[in-house]
């Protein structure tokens, strides 16, 4: 069974800190691996990874994608309250597997 | 930026009532998807579509569920007769092709309640 599994589900920390999300698979037919941010309704794509070792940037958010380890990391640099948000991570297959996210809390 | 467009954004319905949730995905996107998300649960693929026809589904896309493309705008999905544990967000989504690089877009979602 197509597994995708996130750690931790839950996570608070202060404004100025770095978090690291976690996500691990277990899927065949892996095609690529995709983080999205939802806050009120919609997830909003951040990231696509398609190839081991290539960390993906954008502003204070990076991630790599690690296909022998099958993980992926999505770091987040200088928080800001505005990152407080789930964050999925999704794995395309012939469908796309989501896992259950992390609920990232940024105290001021 | 073009977006993904999905109405009602809120939808009350009675158990045993049908439903359809619109959605126009974006314009020269060819890949269309539904997906729900039952409150403080993980979002669940449920069904894509290409070329007129369904070409994934999952477990929970059952006969009661079926999708359409009635025009060339619109993507909807049905759901016959609604029970309680239908109650979710769905969610519309459309790529434009399958290959790695393509990103999913989603729409806002159409939370629908059944009492």
């Known amino acids: 069974e197509d597994k995708v599994v996130q750690s931790p589900l839950s996570l608070v920390v202060h404004e100025g800190d770095t978090v690291t999300l976690n996500c691990s698979y277990e899927?065949?037919?892996?095609?690529?691996l995709l983080w999205y941010k939802q806050e009120k309704k919609a997830p909003t794509f951040l990231f696509m990874l398609?190839?081991?070792?290539i960390e993906k940037k954008s502003g204070r958010l990076s991630s790599i994608l690690d296909k022998k380890e099958l993980f992926s990391i999505l770091n987040i640099t200088a928080t800001q309250t505005g990152d407080s948000a789930i964050y999925l991570c999704a794995v395309e297959l012939n469908d796309m597997r989501f896992g259950a996210g992390t609920r990232l809390t940024v105290k001021p | 930026e073009p977006e993904v467009t999905q109405t009602p954004s809120h939808q009350v319905t009675q158990m045993g009532q049908e439903v359809i949730l619109r959605c126009v995905p974006i314009s020269n996107h060819l890949y269309f998807y539904w997906y729900r998300q039952i409150l403080g649960q993980k979002v669940e693929f449920l069904v894509s579509?290409?070329?007129?026809?369904?070409?994934?589904k999952s477990e929970i896309f059952d006969d009661q569920f079926s999708v359409e493309r009635p025009d060339g705008s619109n993507f909807t999905l049905k759901i016959r007769s609604t029970k309680l544990e239908d109650s979710a967000m769905y969610f519309c989504?459309?790529?434009?092709?399958?290959?790695?690089?393509?990103?999913?877009?989603f729409g806002e979602g159409s939370w629908l309640t059944v009492v």
């Open positions: 579509f290409y070329n007129n026809e369904i070409s994934e």
């Open positions: 899927v065949t037919n892996f095609r690529s």
């Open positions: 989504a459309s790529s434009q092709d399958r290959n790695s690089g393509n990103t999913i877009y």
């Open positions: 398609t190839s081991s070792g």
